[in-house]
T-cell receptor, first 115, second 113 residues
Framework: GAGVSQSPSNKVTEKGKDVELRCDPISGHTALYWYRQSLGQGLEFLIYFQGNSAPDKSGLPSDRFSAERTGGSVSTLTIQRTQQEDSAVYLC?????????????FGAGSRLTVL | AQTVTQSQPEMSVQEAETVTLSCTYDTSESNYYLFWYKQPPSRQMILVIRQEAYKQQNATENRFSVNFQKAAKSFSLKISDSQLGDTAMYFCARPFGNEKLTFGTGTRLTIIP
């Protein structure tokens, strides 16, 4: 597609439920990133994919968080047994390759609210 | 440490004025890229400007320019003739390890009519 698409744009869930957030990157972009932005804060790196593999998962805050990418395209970020501190905007970005030189194109984000 | 520091949490200026946002960073590398991103209320992060460290000339994109001081590890963004549409969060960023773009905590800029 023309841009990075994320869904849902807003999600309200109850504590303890599982949620899935989806990211559809720009066609041909091999690198895909997930970031988390808490209210009024900067961006916290979660995970990076190159193709379908994730060489860097260092930012995932706990084992309740997981992500996968299939067909070198769509990625899903799953949060199990959500907690209130998981409330944030989850941003996805893609680029042609690693960020050394390439520009990241971001989606509009998925706002997660855990009650 | 892989840090990017923005020391101005909030700034405001009158429309048409010039404003400078500051950013400092850590690095042990000799060549790298630096970025400024803008996040308006719509939440969509947009690239403002990019600078390659080995280039001595400061990058410029229309009303946006940078003051890159490599020795001081400083990368400030200057916005000239500010417009209402410039109201946004501005984030300084640099890649570490070619894979992880690390962001500062941002500066909330408000342009006053």
């Amino acid at each position: 597609g023309a841009g990075v698409s994320q869904s849902p744009s807003n999600k309200v869930t109850e504590k303890g439920k599982d949620v899935e957030l989806r990211c559809d990157p720009i066609s041909g972009h091999t690198a895909l990133y997930w970031y988390r932005q808490s209210l009024g804060q900067g961006l916290e790196f979660l995970i990076y994919f190159q193709g379908n593999s994730a060489p860097d998962k260092s930012g995932l805050p706990s084992d309740r968080f997981s992500a996968e990418r299939t067909g070198g395209s769509v990625s899903t970020l799953t949060i199990q047994r959500t907690q209130q501190e998981d409330s944030a905007v989850y941003l996805c970005a893609s680029s042609r390759r690693g960020t050394g030189a390439n520009v990241l194109t971001f989606g509009a984000g998925s706002r997660l609210t855990v009650l | 440490a892989q840090t990017v520091t923005q020391s101005q949490p909030e700034m405001s200026v009158q429309e048409a004025e010039t404003v400078t946002l500051s950013c400092t960073y850590d690095t042990s590398e000799s060549n790298y890229y630096l970025f400024w991103y803008k996040q308006p209320p719509s939440r969509q992060m947009i690239l403002v400007i990019r600078q390659e460290a080995y280039k001595q000339q400061n990058a410029t994109e229309n009303r946006f320019s940078v003051n890159f001081q490599k020795a001081a590890k400083s990368f400030s963004l200057k916005i000239s003739d500010s417009q209402l549409g410039d109201t946004a969060m501005y984030f300084c960023a640099r890649p570490f390890g070619n894979e992880k773009l690390t962001f500062g905590t941002g500066t909330r800029l408000t342009i006053i009519p």
